[in-house]
């Protein structure tokens, strides 16, 4: 059983930078494609950036320049360095993990494991 966590969230003024890590345990092998979500309060959960095991990657059109999302596969770990924030990146940031080429679509439904999630508040 594949399990996330996710840590680095906080509350930054806008046009700070937040990095956010997502350690992962449980893995049979690193053929897993994994991504960051987001949700709003009173918003659906929206994806915001990918990485598959080959390294290609994927991002929302609205975090595209100011995110970058990476990985580091000996220790099973995911980072996503976040630039230039505003309060419209306030939001319930989840990791999430599913099978190889599944989560660059950045759809819910292509990830079978989340994490709890760590919030990030930006003020202006």
């Known amino acids: 059983q594949v399990q996330l966590m996710e840590s680095g969230g906080n509350s930054v003024q806008s046009g700070g930078s937040l990095r956010l890590t997502c350690a992962a345990s449980?893995?049979?092998?690193?053929?897993?494609?994994m991504a960051w979500f987001r949700q709003a309060p009173g918003k659906e959960r929206e994806g915001v950036a990918a990485?598959?095991?080959?390294?290609?990657?994927a991002y929302a059109d609205s975090v595209e320049g100011r995110f970058t999302i990476s990985q580091d596969n000996v220790n099973h770990t995911m980072y996503l360095q976040m630039n230039s924030l505003s309060p419209e990146d306030t939001a319930m940031y989840y990791c999430?993990?599913?099978?190889?080429?599944?989560?660059?679509?950045?759809?819910?439904?292509?990830?079978?494991?989340w994490g709890k999630g760590t919030l990030v508040t930006i003020s202006s």
């Open positions: 999430a993990a599913g099978p190889a080429g599944g989560c660059l679509w950045l759809e819910t439904y292509g990830m079978d494991y």
């Open positions: 449980g893995y049979t092998d690193n053929q897993y494609c």
């Open positions: 990485i598959d095991y080959d390294t290609s990657t």
